[in-house]
């Protein structure tokens, strides 16, 4: 069951992006978006958490061993894994109901 939706860290996270969009600070917005896709994985928002983390994850081409980046990267494989998961689970049920 997804957890409540809570408006005002969300707002926030947004705040913070669209900040650091303006500023061009790529570090910053990927820590927004690490943090917004915190929340959204807690409210089983995976498929949007991996949509927002992705292109900023990619943007970085290097600083691999980076603390931020490190948890970007685990934050994309594991909304990944969750989309793949609750993806196929919708398709087996799918599957039961059209029989």
Not at 7 to 26: G, I, N, W
Not at 33 to 57: F, M, V
Not at 66 to 95: I, K
Request: with cysteine; hydrophobic share 45%; charged share 20%.
């Amino acid at each position: 069951m997804p957890q409540a939706i809570h408006p005002r860290p969300e707002r926030s996270y947004h705040q913070a992006l669209t900040v650091a969009k303006l500023q061009s600070a790529k570090l910053l917005e990927l820590q927004a978006s690490i943090s917004l896709t915190r929340l959204w994985c807690k409210q089983n928002r995976h498929g949007e958490a991996r949509d927002l983390l992705a292109p900023i994850y990619r943007w970085f081409t290097e600083g691999f061993d980076a603390h931020d980046f490190e948890g970007g990267q685990v934050a994309v494989e594991a909304a990944a894994r969750l989309t793949a998961r609750f993806r196929s689970g919708l398709l087996g049920a799918v599957a039961v109901f059209a029989a």
